[in-house]
């Protein structure tokens, strides 16, 4: 039990196009997921927290506008990064965390390379 | 502000010896919760362990051990007899009452046949 699945699992785009990353709880239901971003050789960093039904919370230095967050149900949340720049290229990794539980579980990551 | 500090950027061993990854934590709140997660090249991460505040017995479970010392802020990790399959790198993290993760910046960990 408890799997996250994410979508695509990789992605090439052209610079100035944006991309959508979905994370989808499969087996339960998660009020809130998570979003990370690590570089190569580097930790993860934590993007934003997503919450199902209200508007998404940003880590500091975090855009925004640029990494819209979108909760629609208790089982998806996807993250759109806007005209995407080769300096976006990173691991975008997400998390769920079940309703009522403290775990969180994590997606297998998408690794997106911006040209 | 929570901080996760991993000394250790690369360890590297033979097959057979033990490794120990070391983790020092900073928090101000009084209920947090520990983790160790494993990544190997696959990018996927692997929970390991959670250690909740109030919990400072160590654990073991098959080859993995860990000590959570509350008085010097530490929550180590020691592989024993270590294996190639061992090969990944480490992360200890940190949550508090927000369930926000904070992660140390990783121990890649290079077992040798």
């Known amino acids: 039990g408890a799997v996250v699945s994410q979508h695509p699992s990789r992605v090439i785009c052209k610079s100035g196009t944006s991309v959508k990353i979905e994370c989808r709880s499969l087996?339960?239901?998660?009020?809130?997921m998570f979003w990370y971003r690590q570089f190569p050789k580097q930790s993860l960093m934590l993007m934003a927290t997503?919450?199902?039904?209200?508007?998404?919370?940003?880590e500091q230095g975090v855009e925004k506008d640029k990494f819209l967050i979108n909760h629609a149900s208790l089982t998806l949340s996807t993250l759109t990064v806007t005209s995407a720049h080769p300096e976006d290229s990173s691991f975008y990794i997400c998390?769920?965390?079940?309703?009522?539980?403290?775990?969180?579980?994590f997606g297998p990551g998408t690794r997106l390379t911006v040209t | 502000a929570q901080k996760v500090t991993q000394a250790q950027t690369e360890i590297s061993v033979v097959e057979k010896e033990d490794v120990t990854l070391d983790c020092v934590y900073e928090?101000?709140?009084?209920?947090?919760?520990l983790f160790w997660y494993k990544q190997p090249p696959s990018g996927e991460l692997v929970f390991l362990i959670r250690?909740?505040?109030?919990?400072?017995q160590n654990e073991i479970s098959g080859r993995y051990s860990w000590n959570f010392q509350k008085s010097t802020s530490s929550f180590n990790f020691t592989i024993t007899a270590s294996q190639v399959v061992d090969s990944a790198v480490y992360f200890c993290?940190?949550?508090?009452?927000?369930?926000?993760?904070?992660f140390g910046a990783g121990t890649t960990v290079t077992v040798r046949a």
């Open positions: 998390s769920a965390r079940p309703t009522g539980a403290y775990e969180q579980y």
């Open positions: 087996d339960f239901q998660a009020t809130t």
């Open positions: 997503s919450n199902e039904g209200s508007k998404a919370t940003y």
């Open positions: 928090t101000r709140d009084t209920t947090y919760y």
């Open positions: 250690r909740n505040s109030f919990d400072e």
């Open positions: 993290a940190l949550s508090g009452n927000d369930y926000k993760l904070s």
